[in-house]
């Protein structure tokens, strides 16, 4: 008999309650997984008294787990508990690819991310497709990028979040360096993205037609053959917002979250974060232009740490076009207020303006 595929497998409902927080039952398949190929193979530990406990999963898709008699976690990131269009478990071969996916590419740009002590690539331990899609991944202990944000925006915590930024522009300058293909982009997928996210806020109605046909206007100008196509393009860590980098007690930074990896333009992945800076400190401070000593920080060090390989100017007037999409992006959410959604708007206009 035929199910409907809007009905929730039993498979799912079994996978769903592996993961439910407390200990892992002993000698079922994740507890078997645990131990054989993470702890096991990986950690180099072995011995029949390994005893697994699950956190809670909150909202999330991570999930921590330890072993109780070494205090040894990991982090498993599973992809069934993620929400895909509203909904968790379900397309079970679209969860596996994404696992897999991430997998690949954390191992891909493990050397790449190895930068001098400073920063680094989380280490992907193992993955289960047949386990609700898990990888297995080192866990990182410590704050992420935006509470050094927060941090400076609300308590003026200025320096530690410029010294933070700085490691943050000297990864991005060595993954994008050490994988620089020579090869020029055309810039058509940025137009494109521009495109998508104007249509989807027309939609939303957070833009009426007038504005959106004003911003497809002002977009057309970069529509120059060669002004959004980077000369070389590079591996780009695809959605570099603040929560991607996490600082253990250790000093360095440890870049998570590669789903996105790809090549393109160096400029997409410094402009995202600049639009992120400039929508969190106005959330922040109600100031509008609270972000942007920290936005020119950020440059500066991406420019110094990536010097020679790039042209200040081209790449800046790029990253204005990108940083224009990322504050678009940020106000398609709905928990961002009305009166942050409009600033963010505006400021893309502005952006993308000549
Ligand atoms: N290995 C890890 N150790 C500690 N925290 C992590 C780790 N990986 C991710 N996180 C935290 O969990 C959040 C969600 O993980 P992420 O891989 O970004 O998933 P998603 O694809 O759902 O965004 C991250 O923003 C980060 O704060
Ligand atoms: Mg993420």
Same mark, same amino acid.
């Given at each position: 008999?035929?199910?409907?595929? =809007?009905?929730?497998?039993?498979?799912?409902?079994?996978?769903?309650?592996? $993961?439910?927080?407390?200990?892992?039952?002993?000698?079922?398949?994740?507890?078997? $997984?645990?131990? =054989?190929?993470?702890?096991?193979?990986? #950690?180099?530990?072995?011995?029949?008294?390994?005893?697994?406990?699950?956190?809670?999963?909150?909202?999330?898709?991570?999930?921590?787990?330890?072993?109780?008699?070494?205090?040894?976690?990991?982090?498993?990131?599973?992809?069934?508990?993620?929400?895909?269009?509203?909904?968790?478990?379900?397309?079970?071969?679209?969860?596996?690819?994404?696992?897999?996916?991430?997998?690949?590419? #954390?191992?891909?740009?493990?050397?790449?991310?190895?930068?001098?002590?400073?920063?680094?690539?989380?280490?992907?331990? @193992?993955?289960?497709?047949?386990?609700?899609?898990?990888?297995?991944?080192?866990?990182?202990?410590?704050?992420?990028?935006?509470?050094?944000?927060?941090?400076?925006?609300?308590?003026?915590?200025?320096?530690?979040?410029?010294?933070?930024?700085?490691?943050?522009?000297?990864?991005?300058?060595?993954?994008?360096?050490?994988?620089?293909?020579?090869?020029?982009?055309?810039?058509?997928?940025?137009?494109?993205?521009?495109?998508?996210?104007?249509?989807? #806020?027309?939609?939303?109605?957070?833009? *009426?037609?007038?504005?959106?046909?004003?911003?497809?206007?002002?977009?057309?100008?970069?529509?120059?053959?060669?002004?959004?196509?980077?000369?070389?393009?590079?591996?780009?860590?695809?959605? @570099?917002?603040? *929560?991607? $980098?996490?600082?253990?007690? *250790?000093?360095?930074?440890?870049?998570?979250?590669?789903?996105?990896?790809?090549?393109? =333009?160096?400029?997409?992945?410094?402009?995202?974060?600049?639009?992120?800076?400039?929508?969190?400190?106005?959330?922040? *401070?109600?100031?509008?232009?609270?972000?942007?000593?920290?936005?020119?920080?950020?440059? @500066?060090?991406?420019?110094?740490?990536?010097?020679?390989?790039?042209?200040?100017?081209?790449?800046?007037?790029?990253?204005?076009?990108?940083?224009?999409?990322?504050?678009?992006?940020?106000?398609?959410?709905?928990?961002?207020?009305?009166?942050?959604?409009?600033?963010?708007?505006?400021?893309?206009?502005?952006?993308?303006?000549?």
């Amino acid at each position: 008999m035929e199910m409907p595929s =809007d009905v929730e497998m039993p498979a799912a409902t079994e996978q769903a309650r592996l $993961f439910g927080a407390g200990p892992v039952p002993r000698h079922g398949p994740l507890d078997r $997984f645990l131990r =054989d190929r993470v702890y096991g193979e990986v #950690l180099g530990m072995s011995g029949a008294d390994l005893r697994f406990v699950l956190g809670p999963s909150d909202n999330g898709a991570m999930v921590r787990c330890d072993e109780v008699t070494t205090s040894t976690p990991v982090m498993l990131k599973v992809y069934g508990l993620k929400w895909i269009d509203g909904r968790r478990w379900d397309r079970p071969a679209l969860r596996a690819d994404l696992m897999r996916r991430e997998y690949d590419n #954390l191992r891909r740009v493990q050397p790449l991310g190895a930068g001098r002590g400073r920063h680094r690539v989380v280490r992907p331990f @193992a993955a289960a497709a047949e386990l609700g899609a898990t990888l297995a991944e080192e866990l990182v202990l410590g704050p992420d990028l935006l509470h050094y944000i927060e941090a400076a925006a609300r308590w003026s915590g200025n320096g530690e979040l410029d010294a933070r930024l700085r490691q943050a522009a000297e990864f991005f300058a060595d993954l994008h360096t050490l994988s620089a293909t020579g090869r020029p982009g055309d810039g058509r997928g940025a137009l494109a993205y521009l495109e998508k996210v104007v249509a989807q #806020l027309t939609d939303f109605r957070i833009l *009426t037609s007038a504005e959106a046909a004003a911003l497809r206007s002002v977009g057309r100008a970069w529509e120059v053959p060669g002004r959004l196509g980077p000369p070389d393009e590079v591996l780009i860590h695809g959605d @570099a917002t603040p *929560t991607q $980098f996490l600082f253990p007690p *250790t000093g360095e930074l440890v870049a998570v979250d590669f789903e996105r990896l790809q090549y393109g =333009d160096r400029a997409a992945d410094i402009g995202r974060m600049a639009g992120e800076l400039k929508h969190l400190f106005r959330l922040y *401070t109600g100031d509008p232009w609270a972000g942007e000593p920290h936005i020119r920080h950020f440059y @500066a060090a991406y420019l110094a740490a990536a010097a020679p390989a790039v042209e200040a100017d081209a790449l800046l007037d790029r990253a204005r076009f990108h940083m224009a999409c990322s504050e678009l992006r940020i106000a398609r959410n709905s928990w961002v207020d009305w009166d942050n959604r409009r600033f963010l708007v505006r400021e893309a206009a502005a952006c993308l303006a000549p």
